[in-house]
T-cell receptor, first 116, second 115 residues
Framework: GAGVSQSPSNKVTEKGKDVELRCDPI?????LYWYRQSLGQGLEFLIY????????KSGLPSDRFSAERTGGSVSTLTIQRTQQEDSAVYLC??????????????FGSGTQLSVL | AQKVTQAQTEISVVEKEDVTLDCVYE???????LFWYKQPPSGELVFLIR??????QNEISGRYSWNFQKSTSSFNFTITASQVVDSAVYFC????????????FGSGTRLLVRP
């Protein structure tokens, strides 16, 4: 596809269940980012992947959150034992890194996660 | 510590009015980047501009213009002759040299352009 694709677009889950959110970046983009958008906290950085380098996970809010990127392309964000405060829109972005990490980001439409 | 403040939570204007969205930032770094992103109702953030800390030239792109002033740590965004399609949430963001891949976002300004 032409843009960053995220699935599912909406996810409703019960407290305590695990969820997986998927991101397909733009083909050829070496950098991938996850952000979270919530009413109380605004837009927050979660994690950054760049090529084969170790990801920067410094933004993950707890050890219930993890993410991986397979084959330098698709990424999965996993939230274990979901809590109500995890309810938010999870946004994925990718970039080319031609001129450095602060290149413009291309965002997906996000996954709206609701934890009941 | 780094911070981005967008004091205007919501702005409502009538079509064809000019509107300025304010952005004030805080950073101790001398090398940093400033951004504006637009988030329409579809949810995707759309890149509008990136400006580095060494380039204080103002920029104009069509109806959009940006005023970067280091003296006041501001990076304001003006839409001239606003249109209904400009209705969206606009985010200002900052990244610093040492963690340049992390965007620190402001809380956003919701712009409503009424016909």
């Amino acid at each position: 596809g032409a843009g960053v694709s995220q699935s599912p677009s909406n996810k409703v889950t019960e407290k305590g269940k695990d969820v997986e959110l998927r991101c397909d970046p733009i083909s050829g983009h070496t950098a991938l980012y996850w952000y979270r958008q919530s009413l109380g906290q605004g837009l927050e950085f979660l994690i950054y992947f760049q090529g084969n380098s170790a990801p920067d996970k410094s933004g993950l809010p707890s050890d219930r959150f993890s993410a991986e990127r397979t084959g330098g392309s698709v990424s999965t964000l996993t939230i274990q034992r979901t809590q109500q405060e995890d309810s938010a829109v999870y946004l994925c972005a990718s970039s080319l890194l031609e001129r450095g990490p602060n290149e413009k980001l291309f965002f997906g439409s996000g996954t709206q996660l609701s934890v009941l | 510590a780094q911070k981005v403040t967008q004091a205007q939570t919501e702005i409502s204007v009538v079509e064809k009015e000019d509107v300025t969205l304010d952005c004030v930032y805080e950073t101790r770094d001398t090398t940093y980047y400033l951004f504006w992103y637009k988030q329409p109702p579809s949810g995707e953030l759309v890149f509008l501009i990136r400006r580095n800390s060494f380039d204080e030239q103002n920029e104009i792109s069509g109806r959009y213009s940006w005023n970067f002033q280091k003296s006041t740590s501001s990076f304001n965004f003006t839409i001239t002759a606003s249109q209904v399609v400009d209705s969206a949430v606009y985010f200002c963001a900052l990244s610093e040299r040492d963690s340049s891949y992390k965007l620190i976002f402001g809380s956003g300004t919701r712009l409503l352009v009424r016909p």
